[in-house]
């Protein structure tokens, strides 16, 4: 369960991957709660997960959101969090998509806290497909 706190009249909840507190957003608090669904629920290893790092899109720096890696360090899905006011539209998960035109992750996730779309992305023949639940990630 994440731990909060109130620091200087603001909101604070404890980011256990980046080991310190981040301001409480809406958008964060999404994350943070998936984050916990990941480790705890399908019992992905923490050390497997990076948040919110610089990458380049189409030679634009970018910041993801989650990245969850495979046991032999490439990425196995990218996760675009949004606020739950923002509605999982075409525009998030193309969003996603671009990030992961960098990242070559097999999956792709998108939440909004409410809501959460898996999809399979096949490079080969150039398809995204939906899934019905959380994939296996190896």
Known sequence: MPRVRI?????????????????????????????HFLTEERGVAASHIAIERKIEVNSMPRRFDIVVFSGDGSPA??????????????????????????????????????STFFFKVDFENEKVISLDDFPEIQ
């Open 77 to 114: 899905m990218v996760v675009e969090c949004k606020q739950p006011a923002v509605p999982l539209t075409q525009n998030v998960a193309e969003q996603a998509a671009r990030y992961n035109m960098t990242l070559k992750a097999p999956f792709v996730a998108i939440t909004n806290g409410e």
């Open 7 to 35: 620091k200087d009249n603001k909101s604070e909840i404890f980011d256990f991957i980046r080991k310190k507190w981040v301001a409480l957003t809406p958008e964060e608090q999404v994350r943070q709660y998936f984050l």
